[in-house]
């Protein structure tokens, strides 16, 4: 008869069930299913001496009743087979870890609750960094909305004009040279007076150098 794997269950379940229900279903070895000389992929530890552990643990807790799942022994993946030791191999499950430590078969399909993202695709899981991340504060304009201000600058630019001539008590008619005077027929008509004034002065002049000789 076919063994029944994790992946086989087709039941919608959280994260933490298929954790759960992974970590109930594998075995627990006797001495005589492992190569004593061989030891965990995960801590290093030789099988012998953890069978030693596990066996002096199941005399101190004779006759107690434990409804959670031992976390001594020798454990089995099934699918590639390897042999860890259960307290590494439920740790290694319990961090969303569901691939095999040692050759990376996916054994149990498996996704965080919030950050699925997370999880590599040999299933692995692996914590994102923190996305607390500052939001930008720079707000990029569009086109209109930069339109908008320069028509709003313009408007407050006139304002500021009409301001100018409130307090310089011009009305708003009025301006600083006549509207049918241009720049240049300003600068002729004041070359001209300049000129009148400067014959005025020669005529003065004259007239004191002929009182003289007299």
């Given at each position: 008869?076919?063994?029944?794997?994790?992946a086989d269950?087709?039941?919608?379940?959280?994260?933490q069930d298929?954790?759960?229900?992974a970590?109930?279903?594998?075995?627990?070895?006797a001495?005589?299913?492992?190569?004593?000389?061989?030891?965990?992929?995960?801590?290093?530890?030789?099988?012998?001496?953890i069978?030693?552990?596990?066996?002096n643990?199941?005399?101190e807790?004779?006759?107690?009743?434990?409804?959670?799942?031992?976390?001594l022994?020798?454990?089995?993946?099934?699918?590639?087979?390897?042999?860890?030791?259960?307290?590494?191999?439920?740790?290694?499950?319990?961090?969303?870890?569901?691939?095999?430590?040692?050759?990376?078969?996916?054994?149990?399909?498996?996704?965080p609750?919030?950050d699925?993202?997370?999880?590599?695709?040999?299933?692995?899981?692996?914590?994102?960094?923190?996305?607390?991340?500052?939001?930008?504060?720079f707000?990029?304009e569009?086109?209109?909305?930069?339109?908008?201000?320069?028509?709003?600058?313009?408007?407050d630019l006139?304002?500021?004009?009409?301001?100018i001539?409130?307090?310089?008590?011009?009305d708003?008619?009025?301006?600083?040279?006549?509207?049918?005077?241009?720049?240049?027929?300003?600068?002729?008509s004041?070359?001209g007076?300049?000129?009148?004034?400067?014959?005025?002065?020669?005529d003065t002049l004259?007239?004191?150098d002929?009182?003289?000789?007299?």
């Amino acid at each position: 008869m076919a063994a029944i794997t994790i992946a086989d269950v087709d039941i919608p379940m959280t994260a933490q069930d298929r954790i759960r229900l992974a970590i109930h279903t594998l075995p627990t070895l006797a001495a005589k299913d492992v190569n004593l000389d061989d030891s965990c992929a995960i801590c290093l530890n030789g099988f012998a001496s953890i069978l030693e552990e596990n066996e002096n643990a199941v005399q101190e807790d004779a006759g107690e009743d434990r409804d959670a799942p031992s976390e001594l022994g020798i454990t089995r993946l099934v699918g590639c087979g390897h042999l860890f030791c259960r307290k590494d191999l439920l740790e290694w499950i319990r961090g969303f870890h569901g691939s095999c430590p040692t050759c990376r078969h996916i054994f149990l399909e498996i996704r965080p609750p919030s950050d699925s993202d997370g999880e590599s695709s040999d299933g692995d899981y692996f914590p994102n960094e923190e996305e607390d991340e500052e939001e930008d504060d720079f707000i990029i304009e569009s086109d209109a909305d930069v339109d908008f201000d320069f028509e709003v600058d313009e408007m407050d630019l006139g304002l500021e004009i009409g301001e100018i001539w409130e307090d310089s008590g011009m009305d708003d008619g009025e301006s600083w040279a006549d509207e049918e005077t241009t720049y240049s027929e300003a600068d002729m008509s004041l070359t001209g007076e300049l000129d009148a004034l400067a014959e005025d002065a020669d005529d003065t002049l004259c007239g004191v150098d002929e009182g003289s000789d007299e």
